[in-house]
Nanobody, 122 residues
Framework: QVQLVESGGGLVQVGGSLRLSCAAS????????MGWFRQAPDKEREFVAA????????SYADSVKGRFTISRDNTKYTGYLQMDSLKPEDTAVYYC???????????????WGQGTQVTVSA
């Protein structure tokens, strides 16, 4: 398994932007698909976005399409989530995750980070 550490969360106003980073511990990071999930207070964790091992394929939740962009830099063992046009409903703890399969990361990611808080103020 790969260890993951998120950073880049914070407080931002409606319409603002943030970029989250997910640093992986292993040089084998390129062997893993990577995803972002979020959990708002009193809600279940939900899928946000995923990217395949070399970035050729991406997938987004409908709620973030056109506003969020997932990317990765395998030379830096790091993944990113660029969040633009933020809304109050984007407020949540954001987690990055990794799995050996892009097809199943949405429902069965094996490695998780500790999370980073994103708060969007109205």
């Amino acid at each position: 398994q790969v260890q993951l550490v998120e950073s880049g969360g914070g407080l931002v106003q409606v319409g603002g932007s943030l970029r989250l980073s997910c640093a992986a511990s292993a040089r084998t990071f390129r062997n893993y698909a990577m995803g972002w999930f979020r959990q708002a207070p009193d809600k279940e964790r939900e899928f946000v976005a995923a990217i395949s091992m070399f970035g050729r394929s991406t997938s987004y939740a409908d709620s973030v399409k056109g506003r969020f962009t997932i990317s990765r830099d395998n030379t830096k063992y790091t993944g990113y989530l660029q969040m633009d046009s933020l809304k109050p409903e984007d407020t949540a703890v954001y987690y990055c995750a990794a799995d050996l399969s892009f097809q199943t990361i949405r429902t069965g990611a094996r490695s998780w980070g500790q999370g980073t808080q994103v708060t969007v103020s109205a």
